[in-house]
């Protein structure tokens, strides 16, 4: 006999029944209390249940338009409206390919053939749908796709379409690819709103971005919940999202479908798509002027885990990361024959996890510097990185190790008359410690190395001078030196 639970429907059909009669925004509490209703919990707390199974829902069947409300994915999707302009081949043959027009505006596994177009007086537009194969090399090796192009060179021609003209779309059914197309003539764009509103669309992404608890949102998630987000979505069309990222230099939309920072670390895949589309990924050189070459970029550069151990270091714009690194293995007495390397931390906007007051980060992986001065990073110069007064960046030096530090720009000040930069201009007060074992023999002496095999813990650290060292390295013990 089936138990009553399995014969109850499981969240996702009760949320997909609630959301059918739903007609506007909600609340996250009004609807997850109709869940509840629906299909009674023997949870502690049936309604913080049902909230997390509405959070597991988004992009599936609905939109956060901010944290106490949601909308179904339908709704989300209705009457959304963007513009693509057509190429001088499309027009002059009077067609358009329907994948790439219509790119995650119609759900995923949409069969591209039975799509709908109604003009602005509600009548069908009559067109033609022809396919071709074709064998596309891809990352993972040649396939078959079949491509759909939509001929409509009557409509086109009814409407005098011109070169610099529109085709503004708008979503009247998702679900079954109803959409209305409009012609736009070149003379009628509002120019300056056209702008604001692309504006305004990139801001909204961008800012969904900065307040994820990751680094990335999902594509899938991302487009419904920016057009939920649009003021007068079905207002004047912004432009295609995909022209919006790629003319938007804060994010980029990687090989796996997602939604992300520019200037972030490319990931295995988006490496491999730059190798098979011959993009590459945007270059860390920028212009800079010769005053900025010649500024002194002052940086505290402490240790993460000791920060009371710390150096100033003084670095002109025009100097290198590779020089950045030759003076911190310098200053700090690392070993020479390790890789260095660098990140800038970018500053994110808090999102709701974060704790008040606290700074998050993003690291943008600035690449590496071998010991010959070598690497990806080395030949970036410092007023490259467009560095401000507070801001931050990340050195590690040795990878197996991890010798992590953090580096904050103090001041940007002009070069001193026959200076030699870069230089250590300070550095912390050292406390010095006596070698445990000359305490014993009644003297006091300078620890340079601490014995690691004989430190059981941090009260019983194992400090020893130049000479008592290495009694202990001919018993094959393991001393570091200290840094002061």
Not at 88 to 102: I, L, P, T
Not at 233 to 237: I, V
Not at 446 to 459: F, G, H, Q, R, S
């Given at each position: 006999m089936p138990r009553p639970q399995d014969l109850a429907p499981n969240y996702d059909q009760v949320i997909e029944s609630v959301l059918?009669?739903?007609s506007a925004p909600m609340s996250v509490l009004k609807l997850a209390q109709k869940i509840v209703a629906v299909r009674p919990s023997t949870s502690k707390d049936p309604i913080k249940a049902a909230e997390k199974k509405i959070k597991e829902a988004i992009g599936r069947q609905l939109v956060f338009i901010d944290s106490d409300t949601i909308t179904p994915l339908r709704l989300a999707w209705q009457g959304v409206r963007f513009r693509v302009d057509l190429s001088?081949?499309?027009?002059?043959?009077?067609?358009?390919?329907?994948?790439?027009?219509?790119s995650h505006y119609l759900p995923?596994?949409?069969?591209l053939a039975n799509f709908h177009l109604m003009d602005a007086n509600g009548e069908m537009i009559k067109f033609k749908i022809n396919t071709i194969k074709k064998n596309i090399k891809g990352i993972f090796g040649t396939s078959e796709q079949t491509f759909y192009y939509c001929h409509i060179p009557d409509w086109l021609h009814a409407c005098k379409f011109a070169q610099k003209d529109y085709l503004l779309f708008t979503i009247l059914d998702r679900e079954n690819g109803m959409l209305k197309m409009e012609h736009e003539p070149s003379k009628?764009?509002?120019?300056?709103?056209?702008?604001?509103?692309?504006?305004?669309?990139a801001n909204i992404f961008y800012e969904m971005l900065e307040s994820s608890s990751s680094e990335r949102l999902y594509l899938s998630q991302a487009l419904p919940t920016a057009y939920a987000r649009l003021p007068q979505?079905?207002?004047?069309?912004p432009y295609h999202w995909v022209i919006i990222m790629s003319s938007d230099e804060r994010m980029a939309v990687t090989g796996f479908g997602d939604i992300t920072y520019r200037d972030g670390k490319k990931s295995m895949l988006d490496?491999?798509?730059e190798e098979f589309d011959g993009t590459k990924r945007k270059s860390l050189k920028k212009s800079v002027s010769k005053e900025q070459k010649e500024q002194v970029y002052r940086f505290k550069a402490e240790l993460k885990h000791r920060p009371k151990i710390w150096r100033m270091i003084e670095i002109q714009g025009k100097d290198m990361l590779k020089d950045f690194n030759r003076i911190l293995v310098d200053v700090f007495d690392h070993d020479f024959d390790h890789l260095g390397g660098f990140w800038k931390l970018v500053p994110r906007a808090p999102h709701g996890g974060a704790k008040r007051g606290v700074t998050r980060y993003r690291e943008v992986d600035l690449g590496s510097v071998d010991p010959f001065g070598g690497g990806e990073a080395a030949d970036v110069t410092i007023a490259e990185l467009e560095l401000g007064v507070g801001s931050k960046m990340k050195y590690v030096f040795d990878f197996g190790d991890w010798i992590e530090h953090v580096l904050t720009l103090e001041a940007i000040e002009a070069s001193q008359p026959d200076a030699k930069y870069p230089r250590e201009a300070k550095r912390n007060t050292p406390k010095y410690t006596n070698c445990v074992e000359c305490l014993k023999k009644g003297r006091e002496t300078?620890?340079?190395?601490?014995?690691?095999?004989?430190?059981?813990?941090?009260?019983e650290e194992r400090l020893l001078c130049e000479e008592c060292v290495e009694n202990h390295?001919?018993?094959?013990?393991y001393v570091e030196k200290i840094l002061y």
């Open positions: 059918r009669d739903v001088r081949e499309e027009v002059s043959k009077g067609f358009f390919d329907v994948a790439n027009m219509f995923e596994g949409f069969n009628q764009i509002n120019t300056a709103l056209l702008e604001s509103r692309n504006q305004l669309l979505k079905d207002g004047y069309p490496s491999l798509v300078t620890a340079v190395y601490i014995c690691l095999t004989c430190t059981k813990n941090p009260d390295e001919s018993k094959d013990h």
